[in-house]
């Protein structure tokens, strides 16, 4: 009875989720009350493959950060532009995704460098956010992205849909998430592509929520404004 109107949200959600096998007509996963926030992300975009990527997370109430690699975001600028607009956030992947831990440092800042120009001039906003190629890290790669305001991002829970992960295997990656966790995905995953509206709803069924990755805890929270759509040189105090 302390939360009436939260657990009248929820019990709907579970019905919606219990009620159908169909996944296109289940309600959308914003309708559930947010208990955490997980971060969903999706590397080595943008791609022929992100505006249906885009659609289908935009159709569950999904929010995303895609880690964009800088040669696609110099490619496809309007692709960066269609992610901000579905409401996603952007961050760096780094250029030509190549094994940074075996790269000098000056390759290591051009990689990291390179790619914050070519998203903020697509239109993604300057990144604060950067995960390694293969979650590859070291104390050299560290301090290029510290030097460029960026927070390193790895996973806590790995898809494997870089490695032929079944659609089912990567609903179940998802349903071990908690609160605060990041999944990692990638843009050209097919299967990921149908896994989105299970994901939903086993997020909504858990009373979990898609949200941002904050550069400052690295972990998954509720979407701020600051957080939001663009980040211009307006908001870079935020
Ligand atoms: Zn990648």
Redesign the pocket.
């Known amino acids: 009875m302390k939360a009436t109107p939260r657990l009248s949200l929820l019990a709907v959600a579970s019905l919606a989720v219990a009620g159908t096998l169909t996944v296109d007509t289940a309600a959308p996963a914003q309708a559930a009350a947010c208990n955490g926030y997980v971060g969903l992300t999706f ?2 975009g943008p791609s022929s493959s992100t505006p249906a990527l885009l659609n289908a997370l935009t159709q569950n109430g999904l929010r995303a950060t895609m ?1 964009n ?1 800088g040669q696609y975001a110099a490619a496809y600028p309007a692709r960066v532009r269609a992610q901000v607009s579905a409401g996603m956030w952007v961050g760096n ?1 780094s250029y030509t ?1 190549p094994h940074l831990t075996q790269q000098s440092q000056a390759t290591v800042d051009s990689e990291i460098s390179r790619t914050q120009q070519a998203i903020a001039a697509a239109g993604g906003g300057t990144p604060k956010l950067f ?1 390694p ?2 979650g590859e890290t070291n104390s050299t790669v560290k301090a290029v992205a510290a030097k460029y305001g960026l927070t390193e991002i790895i996973w806590n829970v790995d898809s494997q849909d ?1 490695n032929g992960a079944s659609t089912d295997a990567i609903v179940a990656a998802a349903g071990r998430l908690t609160n605060g966790q990041v999944i990692l995905m ?1 843009d050209w995953s097919a299967n990921s592509l149908a896994a989105i509206p299970r994901i939903a709803q086993g997020l909504a069924a858990r009373g979990l929520c898609a949200g941002m990755i904050s550069p400052q805890t690295g972990r998954a929270v509720a979407p701020t404004a600051a957080g939001a759509h663009t980040r211009s040189a307006s908001d870079r105090l935020g």
Request: net charge negative; charged share 25%; aromatic share 28%.
């Open positions: 590397d080595d880690f690699q992947h995704h995960r190629p293969y870089w990638h």
